[in-house]
């Protein structure tokens, strides 16, 4: 069994790392805040900030471009993210990076009538997997909201897998990133033995 320390560092060399911007945040009163994107409040049924969201979308779109330039193969790159992170990487691959190797969404959700949902209505190719985990007892973005994103992905063509964490609020748990780990290595098969090489 890893402990948490060697999870971490196994699932860090699977991912390129971007971090979000520095940007005012209307739920916290226009305050500067490092997030991906602004939005109108914490919850699901409110309109999305899509401005802020294509700003980012764009961003990472030139992340992926530069991957692609140094020799990256496209169907060999993984988006994904914690909370507001696993959202935009939703909005990246769903509506403008359809053929990448998979999604991975950490305690997010989005919102009901999110402009993810209307991209997939329109699409008809093969679209990624997303794998998809939330604590139980998350009080920030509730699970509730989670289970309902990953329905509402499936019912427009997305295999999506979900997994429940009990006892876990919004965080991450070593269980989680165990079971993160192993879906990274089964999207790209042989990552870790490249990584040593």
Not at 19 to 40: C, E
Not at 72 to 100: E, P, T, W
Not at 106 to 120: D, E, H, W
Request: hydrophobic share 40%.
């Amino acid at each position: 069994m890893l402990g948490q320390k060697e999870v971490l560092d196994s699932v860090q060399q699977c991912m390129e790392v971007q971090t979000s911007a520095i940007r005012p945040y209307t739920p916290m009163k226009g305050g500067i805040s490092s997030v991906w994107f602004d939005r109108l409040k914490i919850s699901n049924d409110c309109p999305e900030h899509l401005e802020s969201i294509n700003i980012m979308c764009q961003v990472l779109t030139d992340l992926i471009d530069d991957e692609i330039k140094s020799g990256i193969k496209k169907n060999r790159i993984l988006v994904g993210g914690f909370s507001m992170g696993g959202c935009m990487a939703m909005h990246l691959a769903y509506r403008n990076h359809q053929d990448v190797a998979g999604v991975f969404a950490l305690s997010s959700f989005l919102n009901k009538t999110s402009a993810v949902y209307q991209a997939l209505r329109e699409s008809d190719g093969v679209l990624p997997e997303l794998f998809q985990c939330h604590g139980a007892a998350d009080e920030l973005v509730l699970h509730s909201w989670g289970e309902e994103t990953n329905s509402m992905l499936k019912s427009l063509g997305v295999s999506a897998k979900f997994h429940s964490f009990p006892g876990v609020y919004h965080e991450l748990s070593k269980a989680e990133l165990e079971k993160l780990k192993s879906w990274i290595l089964t999207k790209l098969p042989g990552e870790l033995e490249r990584q040593s090489e």
